[in-house]
């Protein structure tokens, strides 16, 4: 037994091959996708203006993440100070930014890349990393009282990853328990922002917990760094794809994390106009 699978109650382990079902919210055309995004340079396609030649090391994923026309970077204080201008005017289309972890850490750069990511025009939205062993109430109200509540930022992302080395919660996670308190703060997160939120999760934890099509009703985010999602997450329909962790982007002083969008850019124009309003509740 490794460490991961000691962070989960036995009976939340999932078979590695995945029967999944349902769809994520509406599903997005890839009908009239584009070209590859002009990020997409690899280490036998030159040297993109401004950046580094062989940037990055090509993968299954990134070659495949070129049939999606809209990608992004999420971000935190481990990327130093970024030069939002220039990550806009490099063809970034959007950026995710840390705010805060558990209830009581806010990440020190989150409001140095929210108003830099906003004044460069840039589409961009916040997320909550979930320490599993504070009240989710505990969580929702830091994450409320640091993240301003605007009408065109993106929908707030819960990120719901395993944690087997934390040496501050050694909490063991049962799957209906911890269900429960990821859709308990999701109905949080939508009550107070007015936008569905989005679940970002790992390979492992989507085994563990979401393996069965659990909260399909919600959007995902997934993480996939070798290989197309189909191959971890099966039918498993998705919004984000992380497809890359070590991307050198313009206005970045390090590497950086890429994510596509699940559509072309009409499914992108489509869906910011649906999650741009201000909330009412």
């Known amino acids: 037994m490794n460490n991961l699978s000691k962070h989960f109650a036995p009976k939340a382990l999932a078979p590695k091959a995945l029967a999944l079902f349902g769809a994520v919210g509406v599903a997005l055309a890839l009908a009239g996708c584009g070209g590859p995004s002009p990020l997409l340079m690899s280490e036998s396609?030159?040297?993109?203006?401004?950046?580094?030649?062989?940037?990055?090391?090509?993968?299954e994923a990134t070659r495949l993440a070129q049939d999606f026309p809209v990608h992004g970077v999420d971000v935190s204080?481990?990327?130093?100070?970024?030069?939002?201008?220039?990550?806009a005017e490099g063809g970034v289309n959007f950026a995710y930014i840390k705010a805060t972890e558990g209830?009581?850490?806010?990440?020190?750069?989150?409001?140095?890349?929210w108003n830099g990511a906003k004044a460069a025009g840039l589409p961009h939205g916040a997320y909550h990393f979930v320490y599993w062993c504070r009240p989710w109430q505990e969580e929702m109200a830091w994450f409320e009282r640091n993240v301003p509540r605007e009408a065109d930022a993106l929908p707030p992302v819960l990120d719901v990853e395993a944690t087997?080395?934390?040496?501050?919660?050694?909490?063991?996670?049962?799957?209906?328990?911890?269900?429960?308190?990821?859709?308990?703060?999701?109905?949080?997160m939508e009550r107070f922002y007015g936008k569905k939120p989005i679940i970002y999760t790992t390979v492992d934890f989507h085994e563990a917990i979401f393996s069965d099509g659990e909260l399909s009703d919600y959007p995902m985010w997934i993480r996939s760094t070798k290989h197309h999602p189909k191959v971890r997450y099966g039918n498993r329909a998705w919004h984000f794809w992380q497809y890359q962790s070590d991307a050198w982007v313009r206005g970045i002083p390090t590497r950086v994390d890429r994510n596509a969008f699940y559509g072309d850019t009409v499914d992108w124009r489509n869906w910011l106009k649906t999650n741009s309003f201000a909330s009412t509740k």
């Open 45 to 59: 396609t030159g040297k993109l203006s401004g950046q580094r030649p062989g940037y990055f090391k090509e993968t």
């Open 77 to 87: 204080k481990y990327q130093g100070n970024v030069d939002w201008m220039a990550v």
């Open 164 to 188: 087997p080395t934390s040496s501050t919660c050694p909490r063991r996670l049962e799957k209906q328990q911890t269900l429960q308190e990821i859709r308990a703060m999701l109905a949080e």
């Open 103 to 113: 209830g009581d850490r806010l990440d020190p750069k989150f409001f140095q890349n």
